[in-house]
T-cell receptor, first 113, second 117 residues
Framework: QKEVEQDPGPLSVPEGAIVSLNCTYSNSAFQYFMWYRQYSRKGPELLMYTYSSGNKEDGRFTAQVDKSSKYISLFIRDSQPSDSATYLCATLLGGGATNKLIFGTGTLLAVQP | GAVVSQHPSRVICKSGTSVKIECRSLDFQATTMFWYRQFPKKSLMLMATSNEGSKATYEQGVEKDKFLINHASLTLSTLTVTSAHPEDSSFYIC?????????????FGSGTRLTVV
C-alpha cells in the first residue's frame, strides 16, 4: 500500500465550480500535511499546509484533514482557469533534519472558461 | 519568499555522456537539499537527500554511481547523471529546505527536463 494515495484524474470542471481534491494516507503517525500546486513543466509550489486534524482556509482554498479516516481534502471555491494545474498532496516522513516529503500521485485539474 | 533556482531548465544529451544539473538557494542557506524525479503523470519520487559537507543519502533503488550528488556549499547542490541512457530521460526537480519555514519550508526549483537521445 502506498503511503499517500491520490486519484490522478484528470478532473475537468467549468469556471466557477467548487472543486474537491482528495487523498488518503496509511500511517496514522503523519501529522503535517501539505498541498502543492504544479503548473506544467514547473516545480511544485506550496499552496496550503495544516497540522493534525481540522480545517484551514486561505481565500478560495480550504484544506481539511480528518485523522480518524486518514483523509486529506482541498476545496477550491469559484474555480478559475488559472487554477488549472496538477495538485499534489504531501506529508512529512521522519523527524527533524531527516524529514522527507511523501507525495501523492497528483490530480490534474482543468478549469474550463 | 524563499527562491530556488535550477539550471538548466531543459537539456538534450547523447547517450553515454554526463549531464550536470545545478540547484541554488538564492536568498537562504540550505543545509539540506532534495532531488526528485518525476515521470509523466506520476508523482515526485525522492531520489536522494543532499547534505552540505557530507555524503548524500540515496533512496532505495537509486544508483549512487549513476546519480552523483555534490553539496559543496550552503547554497548549491548539483546532480550529475553519468553515462546517461534514454531511460534516464525524465523531469528532475530539486528542493531546498529553508529552516525559517519550519516543517513546511520546502521550496522547489523549476525542474530540468532531461532528454537522452
Amino acid at each position: 500500500q502506498k503511503e499517500v494515495e491520490q486519484d490522478p484524474g484528470p478532473l475537468s470542471v467549468p469556471e466557477g465550480a467548487i472543486v474537491s481534491l482528495n487523498c488518503t494516507y496509511s500511517n496514522s503517525a503523519f501529522q503535517y500535511f501539505m498541498w502543492y500546486r504544479q503548473y506544467s513543466r514547473k516545480g511544485p509550489e506550496l499552496l496550503m499546509y495544516t497540522y493534525s486534524s481540522g480545517n484551514k482556509e486561505d481565500g478560495r482554498f480550504t484544506a481539511q484533514v480528518d485523522k480518524s479516516s486518514k483523509y486529506i481534502s482541498l476545496f477550491i471555491r469559484d474555480s478559475q482557469p488559472s487554477d488549472s494545474a496538477t495538485y499534489l498532496c504531501a506529508t512529512l516522513l521522519g523527524g527533524g533534519a531527516t524529514n522527507k516529503l511523501i507525495f501523492g500521485t497528483g490530480t490534474l485539474l482543468a478549469v474550463q472558461p | 519568499g524563499a527562491v530556488v533556482s535550477q539550471h538548466p531548465s531543459r537539456v538534450i544529451c547523447k547517450s553515454g555522456t554526463s549531464v550536470k544539473i545545478e540547484c541554488r538557494s538564492l536568498d537562504f542557506q540550505a543545509t539540506t537539499m532534495f532531488w526528485y524525479r518525476q515521470f509523466p503523470k506520476k508523482s515526485l519520487m525522492l531520489m536522494a537527500t543532499s547534505n552540505e559537507g557530507s555524503k548524500a543519502t540515496y533512496e532505495q533503488g537509486v544508483e549512487k554511481d549513476k546519480f552523483l550528488i555534490n553539496h559543496a556549499s550552503l547554497t548549491l547542490s548539483t546532480l550529475t547523471v553519468t553515462s546517461a541512457h534514454p531511460e534516464d530521460s525524465s523531469f528532475y526537480i530539486c528542493s531546498a529546505r529553508d529552516q525559517g519555514g519550519g516543517n513546511y519550508g520546502y521550496t522547489f526549483g523549476s525542474g530540468t527536463r532531461l532528454t537522452v537521445v
